[in-house]
């Protein structure tokens, strides 16, 4: 089993910045290596992939939406995942939630719901004047 706990959600004007986090816990650590992901969802849509990161850290990937303003990593010694976003903007607004699955990897087609197996319960971020 994963526990998965997102924080740092709030409200930020257009153009500022949020950094989220996910704590992570459970049996299914010592396990195995999990590759972990940020997805996003607004009222009304399909939740969407925002950006991915592999075990080690050294691969990551992101939505083209976000790319070049979001940083995913992460801390295994904390059991943590991070998403840093900047020059936040109106559409960037909704829930956000950290994911992980049952592979150490990534790659370009890991971004659909059915890749990853556990879930967040989510944090709402609201970008807005």
């Not at 943590?80 to 592979?103: F, Q, W």
Request: glycine share 12%; charged share 20%.
């Amino acid at each position: 089993q994963l526990q998965l706990v997102e924080s740092g959600g709030g409200v930020v004007q257009p153009g500022g910045s949020l950094r989220l986090s996910c704590a992570a816990s459970g049996s299914a650590l010592r396990e195995q290596a999990m590759a972990m992901g940020w997805f996003r969802q607004v009222p009304g849509k399909e939740r969407e992939f925002v950006a991915s990161i592999s075990w080690g850290g050294g691969t990551t990937f992101y939505a083209d939406s976000v790319e070049g303003r979001f940083i995913i990593s992460r801390d295994n010694t904390k059991n943590t995942v991070d998403l840093s976003m900047n020059s936040l903007k109106p559409e960037d607004t909704g829930i956000y939630y950290c994911a992980a699955r049952h592979s150490g990897y990534v790659n370009p087609t890991t971004r659909y719901i059915k890749d990853y197996h556990y879930w967040g319960q989510g944090t709402q971020v609201t970008v807005s004047s």
